[in-house]
């Protein structure tokens, strides 16, 4: 098992940057392909963006693609998220989620989700 642990949130204004990181604890962190989701109020959960292994390979949904970046540092067992030029439509929790597959749908392990609300 693997426990993961988000943080990062906050307000910040349209335009602006934040950075999300998820602290993962347990079981051999670079065993996981690693991806970030978010959920609005009164949205479905969806899909933000994934990373290998290794790192070596990642996907954006699009909504978020040149704007987001995924990365991680296997030895800090830690994934982030940097977000920039956010978008109120950005508003949501944000989870990260850690997975046997890559790429992958289902995923087995999820942090405790972080806030982010962008002001327009």
């Known amino acids: 098992q693997v426990q993961l642990v988000d943080s990062g949130g906050g307000l910040v204004q349209a335009g602006g940057s934040l950075r999300l990181s998820c602290a993962a604890s347990g079981r051999t962190f670079s065993s996981y392909a690693m991806g970030w989701f978010r959920q609005a109020p009164g949205k479905e959960r969806e899909f933000v963006a994934a990373?290998?292994?290794?790192?070596?390979?990642?996907y954006y949904a699009d909504s978020v693609k040149g704007r987001f970046t995924i990365s991680r540092d296997n030895a800090k067992n830690t994934v982030y998220l940097q977000m920039n030029s956010l978008k109120p439509e950005d508003t949501a929790v944000y989870y990260c989620?850690?997975?046997?597959?890559?790429?992958?749908?289902?995923?087995?392990?999820w942090g405790q989700g972080t806030q982010v609300t962008v002001s327009s």
């Open positions: 990373i290998s292994w290794s790192g070596g390979n990642t």
């Open positions: 989620a850690a997975s046997y597959h890559y790429p992958s749908i289902t995923y087995d392990y």
